[in-house]
């Protein structure tokens, strides 16, 4: 028996035990739940309708207002992060308060000179902070608005140095077309009626998966079970191990909003990697390693049927 048979084996065993707490219930589609899906519509402000100039336009809405520490008001003034949160919520995007939760969303952007308007430019100053404690919007052409500190107002300024965190929210131009690469015919909202649909529809928003096929991996995972634990320690609604979790930065999987925002940030990532629903819902299931070794969907009759089952509830 070769080395490569035994180390898949060995994958497709780990794969079986982390869901079989709950394919078991789910490995059946369910009808009700596919027609919900199906009759789900994109809303006007979701990944798809959005642009980076949006983001900016609706930046500049809050020039001149005054820093106001803690501030989300258009009327009486904005801090760094409430300037952040403000404009993309007018937009339909839901991002955390503090700077440093919101410098971890979205998708990283290696340097400055990648950077597109609308991306979140932030800086780690302090080291009694835990990430970003500053945040700003990029405008392009190496300027940015932001909301400075207390006695001055929000106002467009260059750039000043290499930011340590750049992070995509929204795709623009090539960013755009790659956001949404192998999900095409994939509602991007849920319905009110599909459990969690807000948390859903907010992390599909910031990561441009699909909020139907998130709440199809949801029910195939935990059945949206919030507290389902599989035999090999997979957790939560996602059902993401604790190593998985510990390097998406989630601290609580247990928690809907942090798993679901986890599994719509792993999913995203191995949609870039993988080019179609069906590998990246394969590398969910049985890790992109195997999807890597066999170049598509491992010949594991669990893995192969969790695909399946979710391609069928996208589908319906």
Known sequence: MSIDHVTSRIASIQAQLARFATTSATSGVSGEFATELASATPGAAG?????????????????????????????????????????YKALGYDLPRVSADQARQGTAVASLAEA????????????RNNGADHIAIYIGDGKMIEAPRTGLNVRIVDVPSEPDMIRRIIGTGSGAASGTAGTAGISARVPASIPYADLINS???????PGELLAAVAKQESGFNPRAVSPAGAQGLMQL?????????????????QAIDGGARLLRSLLDKFGTTELALAAY?????????YGGIPPYRETQNYVRNIMAMVRS
């Open 285 to 293: 299931n049985a890790g992109p390693g195997a999807v890597s070794r």
């Open 203 to 209: 992390a599909a928003a910031r990561t441009g998966v």
């Open 241 to 257: 191990m604790p190593g998985t979790a510990r390097g998406l930065g989630v601290e609580n999987s247990f928690d809907p909003a």
């Open 116 to 127: 597109q308007p609308g991306d979140l430019i932030a800086w780690d100053n302090s080291s």
């Open 47 to 87: 990944a798809n309708g959005v642009s980076g100039q949006d983001v900016v336009n609706e930046a500049k809405k809050y020039l001149g207002l005054p820093y106001v520490w803690g501030g989300t008001s258009k009327e009486k003034g904005v801090d760094c992060s409430g300037l952040v949160q403000s404009v």
